[in-house]
């Protein structure tokens, strides 16, 4: 063999082995979500978010949506046996389902977002964020809007970490406004509290029929009948959650409390694949992992009513970096 014919073999041989390298590199990420997309806001962020850190790193995402507790775990578990090497679960709904599956697949990495178990393995990370920031952003948002309005808030159902928004968001109402009247938070409940919408109409109509004006919703699909209940009284408005809801119901939305499980995710994969991901990692303001609409446009894209109001804006934005900077501390419902 020539000299010239080794040196291409060898050339041939490093490229192969290069790329080889880089396709065992290349991460398979797979969520499993615990309900179906559909119009779910926030799920469809994860899917996104799972999509775009595959994306970042030459790698391949893949979405498994569950729809109860039997095809949540065997999603789980299809998962890792389909070579996943990053499995993402999205919601509370796996918090008795991963550590089992995480401990079976110890060379596949795990990341919980939105919840913890509290069994956790090596190869399994929490992500958490700090709903209650954005939420009391929000709270004190309506107040200094609605200087003598009364609020309110529905959840999905009474577990602490949706305490984060319907808390966080009548404290902040009290620290805007000290007088301001507040009711008891109420939540949708039922078989399907967060893709029930007619039942969280009710629920949101007898509040306004209470003298109500504004409510914050954090019940996932259930929210659209809280904004249809508002449509149909003249004042009456609410603050969204998970996306911007303003454009559909103009006049009707203050704002949206915008938890980005996108942005998280992509944090997440990110530091693990850098190997800097610490087991249990906290997302707020500062990193942008919570938002409101009204800072992600201006106020014709956003259409949002805490958007037009340019000195309101200004005190909400002024509040948030205090937030950011510690001058303004804010209770965290869950206590952490």
Known sequence: MTMRKRLVL???????????????DAPRIVMVSPNPLGVNDYLKLGAAGTQQAAAAHGGTAKIFESVDPI?????????????????????????????EVAKAYPKTSFIAVDYCPAEQPDNL???????????????????????????????????????RYTDGFLDGVKYASPDAQTRTVQFVGGANPFSDPARA?????????????????????????????????????VVGADANQCPTAPGSVIDNVEKRPDRGIVFAVDALLSGHLERQI?????????????????????????????????RVKALRQDIIDGKVKVKDPMGQ
């Open 282 to 314: 906290s997302l707020g303001l500062k990193e942008g992992a919570v938002t409101l609409s009204t800072f992600e446009g201006t106020a014709d894209e956003t259409q949002c009513l805490g958007s037009k109001n340019a000195d309101v804006l200004a």
């Open 71 to 99: 095809t949540r775990k065997r999603d789980l578990e299809a998962a890792a046996k389909d070579g996943a090497s990053i499995v993402v679960s999205l919601g509370f709904e796996f918090t008795d389902l991963v550590t």
């Open 201 to 237: 109409s009710q629920v949101a109509s007898a509040m306004f029929f209470d003298n109500v004006d504004t409510i914050l919703v954090a019940a996932g699909a259930s929210g659209g009948g809280v904004i249809n209940a508002a449509q149909g009284m003249p004042g009456k408005t």
């Open 125 to 163: 990370y929490c992500v958490f964020f700090r709903e209650h920031e954005m939420s009391f952003l929000a709270g004190a948002e309506a107040a200094w809007l609605k200087p003598s309005g009364t609020f309110g808030a529905i959840g999905g159902v009474d577990i602490p970490l949706i305490h």
């Open 10 to 24: 060898a050339i041939a041989l490093l490229l192969g082995g290069s790329a080889v390298a880089q396709a065992q």
